[in-house]
């Protein structure tokens, strides 16, 4: 258990760092693709929302 804290506490910060380098990079066009950001950005959160009920779902049942 402890292993797996520490993988995402690891997974966190990498993401962190990650997320803070590419808010570095200003895109001038933007706004102008804001359509497609939404699509983009609905896709990733369902895709996470679908993995993580997975995941809590899988650890409930692994735990019961």
Known sequence: MKIAIAL???IL???LIGTLFVTKNEDAKYGESTKRNTINLSIIYVL???GLTIGVVW???SVI
């Open 8 to 10: 995402i506490i690891i």
């Open 13 to 15: 910060f990498i993401s």
């Open 48 to 50: 996470l929302f679908v």
């Open 59 to 61: 650890y409930i049942v």
